[in-house]
């Protein structure tokens, strides 16, 4: 596999459930991203990690919970989440963090609906 | 103000025309522009990567900076049918994380 993968590519949870979306990044990066996308709206950056370490948490609440276990993987853990978290759910990679000149290459995204 | 400011649309052109799509931004710092095309169902696409003003061309596409007016466009020669999709500008400095992002314009080529 090539690029960055995203895992389901759609779910449908409740507002109680617990489910967790994936990203594998095969580009050899050191910095992924996640990002939330909404109709009629600019990408909404939420996390970024750099090297696995967390860098920037766009004061996301808490029933977004993200997880870097290395530069390779990434994981969005959620929790009691509520209709208006609908959205795609996109993952990004880049090879540095804070470099102008290194641009991000996205997964396809995971289509979350909450009911 | 937005960091930088993008005209939704929808755009629907005939097959084979010329199309220009555009963005603005609001800081002079901004050196890196991007645009990214994105399919329904699928996640962007880096389609065009310019540094600083000038032009950049890759077959039919055209990216265009134009930093004293903090204007940024991409021009699609011959458009195809294949071409609709949503466009999205990007910008970032030299030092920062953060990339701006443009809504995106939607893109319908009729053939």
């Known amino acids: 596999e090539t690029g960055v993968t995203q895992t389901p590519r759609h779910l449908v949870m409740g507002m109680t459930n617990k489910k967790s979306l994936k990203c594998e990044q095969h580009?050899?990066?050191?910095?992924m991203y996640w990002y939330k996308q909404s109709a009629k709206k600019p990408l909404e950056l939420m996390f970024v990690?750099?090297?696995?370490?967390?860098?920037e948490n766009n004061s996301v609440p808490s029933r977004f919970s993200p997880e870097c276990p290395n530069s390779s993987h990434l994981f969005l853990h959620l929790h009691t989440l509520q209709p208006e978290d609908s959205a795609l759910y996109l993952c990004?990679?880049?090879?540095?963090?804070?470099?102008?000149?290194?641009?991000?290459?996205f997964g396809d995204g995971t289509r979350l609906s909450i009911l | 103000q937005k960091e930088v400011e993008q005209d939704p649309g929808p755009l629907s052109v005939p097959e084979g025309a010329i199309v220009s799509l555009n963005c603005t931004y609001s800081?002079?710092?901004?050196?890196?522009f991007m645009w990214y095309r994105q399919y329904s169902r699928k996640g962007p696409e880096l389609l065009m990567y310019?540094?600083?003003?000038g032009n950049k061309e890759d077959g039919r596409f055209t990216a265009q900076v134009d930093k004293s007016s903090k204007y940024i466009s991409l021009f699609i020669r011959d458009s195809q049918p294949s071409d609709s999709a949503t466009y999205l500008c990007?910008?970032?400095?030299?030092?920062?994380?953060?990339?701006?992002f443009g809504t995106g314009t939607s893109l319908t080529v009729i053939p």
């Open positions: 990004a990679s880049s090879q540095e963090v804070r470099a102008g000149n290194q641009p991000q290459h």
């Open positions: 580009l050899g990066h050191n910095a």
């Open positions: 990690y750099n090297f696995k370490e967390q860098t």
């Open positions: 800081n002079s710092a901004f050196q890196y």
């Open positions: 310019t540094y600083s003003s």
């Open positions: 990007a910008i970032t400095t030299n030092t920062g994380n953060q990339f701006y």
